[in-house]
C-alpha cells in the first residue's frame, strides 16, 4: 500500500517570535498568501480523512469512529479501539501514542499590567463570562483589578495557568489579564477532531487582522508555554478494500483536538 506522506504545523520544540515575526519582516499580501496556503494544507488534510470515512462507514458509524478518536486521544495510555459497522460492514481498529508536551516562545501584545511569567497551557477556545468578572493582572485575588468583563461577554482563552482555575483573556489581539474559570464557561464543549481548527498561536497559521493592528499599538511580550500533541494511527477495512493512516493530533481542551500532522494516503479508495 502507498502512502503519501504530509507534515503541517509544529515539529520544533521551542519556535521563538512565531506570531509576531512573521507579520513584521514580511509585507502584508506574502503574509495573506502563506496564511491562505496553509489553511488550504489542514483543510485538504481534513478532506482526505472524510473522504476515507465516508468510503467506508455509514454516518452513524462514522460518528462512533469520531468520538472513539476522541476518547483515545484522552486516555491516559495508549490502548486500541475498535469498531465494526453493521451496515457496510467495515471495520476499524484506532491506536493512539503516548503524549507529547511541546514548549513554544511567541510574542504578543499585552497589557503593560500583565504578568506573563506563568506555567501556562495553550488553549484557544472562545468563552463567555457567566456573571460580571474582574480581569487581574495576576492569577489570584491579590493580582490587581485591570477591568471587568461584563456578564454574556465573550473573550478567547489564550491558555489556562497549570493546576489553577485561572484563565489568560485576550480580546481584539491583545492580552487583558487573568479571569477566574468558575465563572465562565466555554463556548466550545466538544468537537470532533474533522471540525476544529489549528491553534494560531502555535501552529504554523499566521496572525489574524486584528493581531497585526494590535501589534502595530501595543508592548509586545514573550509568552511561554506548552501544549500536548500525541500520534494516532487507524485501519479501515471491509471485504475488498483497506487503508490506514497517521495523524498527530494535538490538544487544546478536553475533547477539543485538531489535526497537525497527518500521513494518509491521496485516495481513501485506493490502497
Same mark, same amino acid.
Given at each position: 500500500?502507498?502512502?503519501?506522506?504530509?507534515?503541517?504545523?509544529?515539529?520544533?520544540?521551542?519556535?521563538?517570535?512565531?506570531?509576531?515575526?512573521?507579520?513584521?519582516?514580511?509585507?502584508?499580501?506574502?503574509?495573506?498568501?502563506?496564511?491562505?496556503?496553509?489553511?488550504?494544507?489542514?483543510?485538504?488534510?481534513?478532506?482526505v480523512l472524510s473522504d476515507q470515512l465516508d468510503f467506508?462507514?455509514?454516518?452513524?458509524?462514522?460518528?462512533?469512529?469520531?468520538?472513539?478518536?476522541?476518547?483515545?486521544?484522552?486516555?491516559?495510555?495508549?490502548?486500541?479501539?475498535?469498531?465494526?459497522?453493521?451496515?457496510?460492514?467495515?471495520?476499524?481498529?484506532?491506536?493512539?501514542?503516548? @503524549?507529547?508536551?511541546?514548549? /513554544?516562545?511567541?510574542?504578543? $501584545? +499585552?497589557?503593560?499590567?500583565?504578568?506573563?511569567?506563568?506555567? *501556562?497551557?495553550?488553549?484557544?477556545?472562545?468563552?463567555?463570562?457567566?456573571?460580571?468578572?474582574?480581569?487581574?493582572?495576576?492569577?489570584?485575588?491579590?493580582?490587581?483589578?485591570?477591568?471587568?468583563?461584563?456578564?454574556?461577554?465573550?473573550?478567547?482563552?489564550?491558555?489556562?495557568?497549570?493546576?489553577?482555575?485561572?484563565?489568560?483573556v485576550e480580546q481584539r489581539g491583545m492580552i487583558k489579564?487573568?479571569?477566574?474559570?468558575?465563572?465562565?464557561?466555554?463556548?466550545?464543549?466538544?468537537?470532533?477532531?474533522?471540525?476544529? @481548527?489549528?491553534?494560531?498561536? /502555535?501552529?504554523?497559521?499566521? $496572525? +489574524?487582522?486584528?493581531?497585526?493592528?494590535?501589534?502595530?499599538? *501595543?508592548?509586545?511580550?514573550?509568552?511561554?508555554?506548552?501544549?500536548?500533541?500525541?500520534?494516532?494511527?487507524?485501519?479501515?477495512?471491509?471485504?475488498?478494500?483497506?487503508?490506514?493512516?497517521?495523524?498527530?493530533?494535538?490538544?487544546?481542551?478536553?475533547?477539543?483536538?485538531?489535526?497537525?500532522t497527518p500521513t494518509v494516503p491521496d485516495d481513501p479508495?485506493?490502497?
Amino acid at each position: 500500500m502507498k502512502k503519501a506522506t504530509k507534515r503541517i504545523g509544529l515539529m520544533g520544540v521551542v519556535l521563538s517570535g512565531l506570531v509576531l515575526s512573521g507579520c513584521q519582516t514580511m509585507p502584508q499580501a506574502q503574509v495573506e498568501r502563506e496564511a491562505e496556503t496553509l489553511q488550504e494544507t489542514h483543510a485538504h488534510s481534513v478532506t482526505v480523512l472524510s473522504d476515507q470515512l465516508d468510503f467506508y462507514l455509514s454516518q452513524r458509524s462514522r460518528d462512533v469512529f469520531l468520538e472513539q478518536m476522541l476518547d483515545a486521544l484522552e486516555s491516559e495510555k495508549g490502548s486500541e479501539w475498535q469498531g465494526r459497522d453493521p451496515r457496510t460492514y467495515a471495520k476499524w481498529i484506532i491506536r493512539v501514542q503516548p @503524549q507529547e508536551w511541546r514548549t /513554544v516562545e511567541v510574542k504578543h $501584545p +499585552s497589557a503593560e499590567a500583565v504578568n506573563i511569567q506563568h506555567d *501556562l497551557q495553550f488553549v484557544d477556545i472562545p468563552y463567555h463570562s457567566n456573571a460580571n468578572l474582574n480581569i487581574r493582572s495576576e492569577p489570584g485575588l491579590k493580582g490587581d483589578i485591570l477591568g471587568v468583563l461584563q456578564k454574556g461577554e465573550v473573550f478567547h482563552a489564550m491558555a489556562r495557568v497549570t493546576d489553577t482555575p485561572w484563565l489568560l483573556v485576550e480580546q481584539r489581539g491583545m492580552i487583558k489579564g487573568y479571569v477566574h474559570s468558575d465563572y465562565a464557561q466555554s463556548n466550545v464543549i466538544s468537537r470532533d477532531i474533522l471540525s476544529t @481548527q489549528p491553534n494560531s498561536l /502555535v501552529s504554523s497559521l499566521l $496572525p +489574524s487582522k486584528a493581531l497585526i493592528e494590535a501589534a502595530s499599538t *501595543l508592548p509586545e511580550k514573550d509568552v511561554d508555554g506548552v501544549f500536548t500533541c500525541r500520534y494516532l494511527d487507524y485501519q479501515l477495512r471491509n471485504d475488498n478494500d483497506d487503508t490506514s493512516g497517521t495523524l498527530k493530533a494535538c490538544r487544546k481542551q478536553h475533547k477539543v483536538w485538531y489535526i497537525d500532522t497527518p500521513t494518509v494516503p491521496d485516495d481513501p479508495s485506493r490502497t
